[in-house]
């Protein structure tokens, strides 16, 4: 974009699958001189609370954010839906959460049953997981484990030969439809935002089956995303006149998303056009 980066709005902490704490996190963002952060952790919001008193020290704001992950049944593909400006506090939002969450929990317990039938000792981050059944979970944390004993060299590795698609210790999820995570983000307050769409093997196909839907914006900007990318879909945002949205998914320094904060988000004029569209949703939402 060549604009400095004022926001990045796809970050993630140890209250998902994150290695830093909100408060390290906020830190770290500062630090990095952003002046905006949304926290959008997978399927849960309880690390908001924390990170909006760290933003109060640090001096960076904070947007209540929420990663979902969002399927249809009987299919491996999966639509992730960002959703920022939510209440943390929405009594809808987190009902679908809690199911989530127990949903992940289940996976991942799967997943180490599977690897302890590959001989793999996964017994101490099965009573590390069992000791903390309200933690939401994700394959993340098995890989960092894996690294950790010694089982794999690296954190991608892990995926590559136990818990990727198609892998022996791969467990699919249980999806919630995008309607369901749009409904409940917007029953929220919040903004609905397709996540990391060059990521989306066939978006074409995938395109053609949710473009109907009422969503807010879609996630521009990404580290992951080329130049070209950058360019078809902000092409599809102003033709839809969707909000631009954009972020790094940082989760800490490890993984494929180390050292990106900073680097990647909005410029301040693409935030506040967000900003603006989440003050109309609330105010909509107070009439209805």
């Not at 409940?184 to 949710?210: E, F, R, S, T, Y």
């Not at 070209?228 to 033709?239: P, T």
């Not at 972020?247 to 693409?270: M, N, R, V």
Request: contains cysteine; aromatic residues 8%; charged residues 25%.
């Amino acid at each position: 974009m060549g604009d400095k980066i004022f926001a990045d709005l796809h970050v993630h902490s140890t209250a998902s699958d994150g290695v830093l704490t909100p408060t390290n996190l906020l830190k770290q963002a500062h630090d990095a001189g952003l002046s905006v952060i949304g926290l959008t952790d997978h399927d849960t919001l309880c690390g908001i609370p924390e990170a909006i008193e760290a933003g109060k020290k640090f001096g960076t704001q904070v947007v209540p954010g929420i990663e979902l992950s969002c399927g249809w049944p009987d299919k491996e593909f999966s639509l992730h839906v960002v959703g920022l400006f939510v209440d943390p506090f929405s009594v809808s939002l987190t009902r679908l959460l809690k199911n989530q969450q127990r949903s992940r929990f289940t996976r991942a317990m799967s997943i180490l049953d599977k690897l302890g039938r590959l001989d793999i000792d996964v017994q101490p981050l099965r009573e590390k997981f069992l000791a903390d059944k309200d933690r939401v979970l994700g394959r993340p944390h098995v890989a960092r484990y894996l690294r950790e004993i010694g089982v794999v060299p690296d954190f991608q590795e892990a995926f590559n030969r136990f818990l990727g698609q198609g892998r022996p210790a791969y467990v699919p999820k249980e999806q919630v439809i995008p309607e369901d995570g749009i409904r409940a983000i917007q029953g929220a307050g919040g903004l609905a935002v397709i996540a990391h769409p060059g990521l989306i093997p066939d978006w074409h196909q995938i395109w053609k089956k949710v473009e109907s839907l009422p969503w807010d914006g879609i996630e521009v900007f990404y580290s992951e995303h080329s130049a070209s990318s950058v360019d078809f879909f902000r092409n599809i945002a102003k033709e839809r006149g969707l909000g631009m949205a954009g972020g790094s998914d940082f989760h800490g320094d490890q993984g494929k998303h180390a050292h990106q904060l900073g680097l990647f988000g909005l410029p301040e004029d693409y935030f506040r056009d967000l900003e603006t569209r989440a003050q109309r949703r609330k105010i909509d939402s107070n009439k209805d």
